[in-house]
């Protein structure tokens, strides 16, 4: 979802060049009286989620809220590559789980539903509640059941949740994973023309079963034992192979700025997360939103469980080109596609013939 600029927000002569001191967030303060709230008191809200690679809008108010997110457990038979389906564990219905936005000082109030048909449990551990377990024992539903926690937070940042039902990296591996943005409570990033939701991870299945016909079966199945030797056979960008060239590729104009949630679910690969033809302008390394951003940041390394949030500015259209630079996981799904519209910029980008990719290339289509 684009980010849209506020009346309130201070004027500037050019909106895509804030200068950074002036909007840095403030560092947090312990003794903030708003953390001394009975949630009880707090006026309520219900969490605006999105699916990836859309960004629900930053929030405006100056206060904190209750703020309802309501998640469903389900398992779907769905794509993963051009070449299979596979049996995926959601939240609400889609792999990564739904984007929640929320702020400094709001309280969470958590309800698990889970309607997993094959029995098993499930549960949320998301990285920015403080307590033990990040929420998972205050969570776990049987199916069938829903469970609520409310959870204050406490830091602003990007983090990952996932399911930390046993065996905990199955259910990670199976699909069960989302990004939370917790924006400071006063000041946030600076504005830009658009958001999006990225994460990567890996699927682990075994190879497909010989039907009575002869053929490969069009299904696949999780390996335990592949993914104990951490030896991935797909590795994608929001849960399969398509979702972002095919199916979602993000977009942007010339002289637009583009800003990226990535998150790294894992289960076990690090990501040296790049985008072909720019460089990120801005890198809020580990979503590190009150230290001054990295500069002029070619590729930035996300371990599982991690987060980054990178900006960039567009200056010449064209297709850009979303990659783990560990670079022969394209060939097992890691591509996605920034498309740019918008006039040619010969004074930055020109050549004396016309362009002319490879012929089966994937990454300049």
Avoid at 11 to 35: A, F, M, T, V, Y
Avoid at 284 to 311: A, H
């Amino acid at each position: 979802m684009d980010s849209k600029k506020e009346s309130n927000d201070i004027p500037d002569q050019n909106p895509r060049h804030h200068d950074q001191k002036s909007e840095q967030p403030s560092s947090p303060s312990h003794g903030q009286q708003e953390n001394l709230v009975d949630a009880n008191t707090l006026p309520k809200e219900e969490a605006v989620l999105t699916t990836a690679p859309d960004v629900p809008p930053r929030i405006t108010r100056d206060h904190p809220v209750l703020l309802q997110v309501n998640l469903v457990t389900s398992t779907k038979m769905e794509k993963l590559t051009s070449q299979y389906k596979y049996e995926k564990w959601n939240f609400n219905g889609s792999v990564p789980g739904p984007f929640v936005r929320a702020r400094v000082g709001d309280v969470v109030e958590l309800s698990l539903t889970n309607r997993d048909e094959s029995g098993n449990p499930h549960n949320i551990d998301c990285h920015a509640f403080l307590g033990p377990g990040g929420g998972s024992a205050l969570t776990t539903a049987e199916e069938g059941q829903t469970k609520t926690g409310r959870f204050r937070l406490q830091f602003p940042g990007l983090y990952i949740y996932h399911c930390a039902a046993a065996p905990v990296p199955v259910h990670i591996a199976n699909g069960m994973y989302g990004l939370m943005y917790v924006q400071p409570a006063e000041g946030d990033l600076p504005l830009v023309d658009h958001e999006y939701y990225v994460i990567q991870s890996e699927f682990y299945h075994e190879p497909p079963e010989v039907e009575e016909n002869g053929r490969p079966s069009s299904t696949v199945e999780f390996s335990y034992p592949n993914a104990l030797r951490e030896e991935p056979s797909v590795v994608v960008f929001n849960g399969h192979e398509s979702a972002l060239t095919t199916e979602k590729p993000l977009k942007a104009g010339v002289g637009e700025s583009v800003r990226i949630f990535f998150g790294n679910a894992g289960p076990n690969l690090t990501s040296s997360f790049h985008v072909i033809g720019s460089t990120f302008k801005k890198v809020y390394r580990d979503s590190d939103v009150l230290s001054p951003p990295g500069q002029c940041v070619q590729t930035v390394g996300v371990p599982p469980g991690d987060t980054t949030i990178v900006d960039m500015e567009m200056l010449v259209p064209g297709t850009y080109t979303l990659v783990d630079h560990a670079i022969f996981r394209l060939e097992k799904g890691a591509v996605g596609y920034l498309n740019v519209s918008g006039a040619p910029r010969p004074d930055i980008y020109e050549g004396t013939e016309p362009p002319a990719p490879c012929v089966g290339c994937k990454l300049h289509p």
